[in-house]
C-alpha cells in the first residue's frame, strides 16, 4: 500500500508564503511524476503544476513566477513553495504521484490540505 502525506496547509495573510509538502511511502519501488493539484469551494480540481523524476517542471499560468514545484528523490518528497498568495489561492492543495508498484504505475492522492488566503 501506497500513502500520500501533506502538510503545510493552514491560514496565510494575502501577499504572504506558505510551503506544501508531500512525503510518499509505503512499499515503492519508485516515482515518475509528482504533481499538486488544487480544488477551490465550487470548482472543480485543476493542476497546479507537475515535476518530473529528473527534475523538470511544469505550472499552471495562473501560478506562474508566485509557486515553484520541486522534488526531493531520495526521500521521496514533493513541494510546493507558494509566494506572493492572493485569495483566490484559496483551495484544498492535493499531492498526487505516479507510483510503481509490483510493476505497474499506480496514481496515488493524498487526502488534501487546505490553504486560505486572507485578504
Known amino acids: 500500500q501506497v500513502q500520500l502525506v501533506e502538510s503545510g496547509g493552514g491560514l496565510v495573510q494575502a501577499g504572504g508564503s506558505a510551503r506544501l509538502s508531500c512525503v510518499a511511502s509505503?512499499?515503492?519501488?519508485?516515482?515518475?511524476?509528482m504533481g499538486w493539484y488544487r480544488q477551490a469551494p465550487g470548482k472543480q480540481r485543476e493542476l497546479v503544476g507537475l515535476?518530473?523524476?529528473?527534475?523538470?517542471?511544469n505550472v499552471a499560468d495562473s501560478v506562474k513566477g508566485r509557486f515553484i514545484i520541486s522534488r526531493d528523490n531520495a526521500q521521496n518528497t514533493v513541494y510546493l513553495q507558494m509566494n506572493s498568495l492572493k485569495p483566490d489561492d484559496t483551495a484544498v492543495y492535493y499531492c498526487n504521484a505516479a507510483v510503481l508498484v509490483d510493476y505497474r504505475y499506480l496514481e496515488v492522492w493524498g487526502q488534501g490540505t487546505l490553504i486560505t488566503v486572507s485578504s
Open positions: 509505503g512499499r515503492i519501488f519508485s516515482i515518475s511524476t
Open positions: 515535476v518530473s523524476s529528473g527534475g523538470t517542471t
